[in-house]
């Protein structure tokens, strides 16, 4: 259990217009920050106001790429709130943290320190329709020395941000191309770790892709760039012949929270789900020969979204005739009804919390 320091802001800011939020423009008033040396283990945990983080020039986050992070969400309900399954981003936090050589939290005091902070910041849980508070806990190596060697020292935060949708589509459907040239990431290295240099990879392709006018990039693998891996912010599963097929986490794809709660969601309904290498050759004749009949992203942020393009080599495919799909509506509204305390948490994922 952390003892937490609590040093409030003296005047809280003004909200923003929470039915016009957008995803990750706006912070509370607080923030989270905890240090680490070997020496020490992890120390000075405390709450204070959102704010800069002084750092050193020669710090590794800012030359190797320390870095790890998680997405996490709370969702305003009657009598508090409720966090979705904390516990699963505290153990990947530790995952990625082990890849890449950073200190690992104790997932009781990942989940305190973010309970902590959203009790303080409580007002700040947006109620508007489809809105929730976006947690985004993150930890980087602050060594100040520039030799290349695993951190002694780190910093972990917490930082808070009211988000609406996080495509500008909402839950119309997205278009997506497939990537042929660039890859995210290749197993071995540190796809499965939701860390920053992940992301960094992925930037030149996401920029052509918005240029060309679609939403995000669908990554194949990086030695063959045969096979279908993710899209840059969710996971992706295809409903082909009315089987559902994913493809397996190899290593170079995010083990996604939501993509792991879709697939029990799924066989409990009865589908079959398969995860599985899927070719982005078979993807593709399945959309030619009408036998894809739905596809959709699965991801905190992007919580269910429905993919109506998939564009690859030059020929634009379309899906469930650009519109929402039937199965996909049917789990956007099972999972968010969960989320948003509106329907029966059978399976006790949600972590509440009254005020
Ligand atoms: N894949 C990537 C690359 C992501 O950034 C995310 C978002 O966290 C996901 C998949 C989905 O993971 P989760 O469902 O745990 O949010
Ligand atoms: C999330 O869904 O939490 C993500 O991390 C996606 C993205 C904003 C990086």
Same mark, same amino acid.
């Given at each position: ?157 917490? !930082? @808070?941000?009211?988000? &609406?949708?996080?495509?500008? *589509?909402? $839950?119309?459907? %997205?278009?997506?191309? +497939? ?85 029990? !969601? @799924?066989?409990?309904? &009865?589908?079959?789900?398969? *995860?599985? $290498?899927?070719? %982005?050759?078979?993807? +593709? ?71």
């Amino acid at each position: 259990m952390l003892d937490i320091r609590v040093e409030k802001v003296e005047q809280r800011k003004e909200k923003p217009d929470f039915n016009n939020l957008g995803f990750g423009k706006y912070f509370t008033d607080h923030m989270f920050v905890m240090d680490f040396s070997d020496e020490k283990g992890w120390y000075n945990a405390r709450i204070v106001p959102f704010g800069y983080i002084p750092i050193h020039p020669a710090s590794t986050v800012l030359h190797y790429g320390a870095e790890i992070f998680e997405g996490m969400k709370a969702y305003k309900t009657e009598n508090g709130y409720q966090m979705f399954r904390p516990y699963e981003n505290a153990k990947r936090f530790n995952d990625s943290a082990e890849r890449l050589c950073l200190p690992t939290i104790e997932p009781e005091d990942f989940v305190q320190a973010v309970t902590e902070l959203i009790n303080l910041d409580y007002s700040w849980i947006p109620d508007a329709n489809g809105t929730s508070l976006y947690i985004r806990p993150f930890m980087f190596g602050n060594d100040e020395s520039l030799g290349v060697h695993a951190v002694h020292n780190a910093t972990f935060v917490v !930082i @808070l941000s009211p988000v &609406g949708s996080y495509y500008k *589509e909402g $839950l119309n459907p %997205v278009k997506i191309t +497939i990537e042929d040239k660039d890859v995210r990431a290749v197993r071995g290295g540190t796809g499965y770790a939701k860390c920053g240099g992940n992301y960094a990879a992925s930037l030149r392709a996401g920029k052509v892709a918005a240029s060309k006018g679609f939403s995000q990039v669908l990554w194949l693998d990086g030695v063959e760039r045969k096979y279908i891996e993710e899209v840059g912010a969710m996971n992706v599963m295809f409903k082909i012949k009315g089987e559902i097929v994913t493809p397996s986490l190899t290593g170079s794809v995010l083990p996604g929270i939501t993509r792991k709660s879709c697939i029990e !969601i @799924l066989r409990e309904w &009865g589908y079959k789900v398969t *995860e599985r $290498l899927l070719s %982005v050759d078979e993807l +593709i004749t399945a959309a030619e020969n009408g036998e894809l009949e739905e596809a959709f992203g699965t991801g905190t942020a992007a919580v269910i979204s429905p993919i109506g393009h998939l564009f690859y080599k030059d020929v634009d495919h379309v899906v469930s005739n650009n519109q929402i799909g039937e199965l996909t509506q049917r789990l956007y509204d099972e999972l968010t009804g969960i989320q948003w305390g509106k329907k029966e948490d059978k399976r006790n994922w949600c972590v509440k919390v009254e005020q």
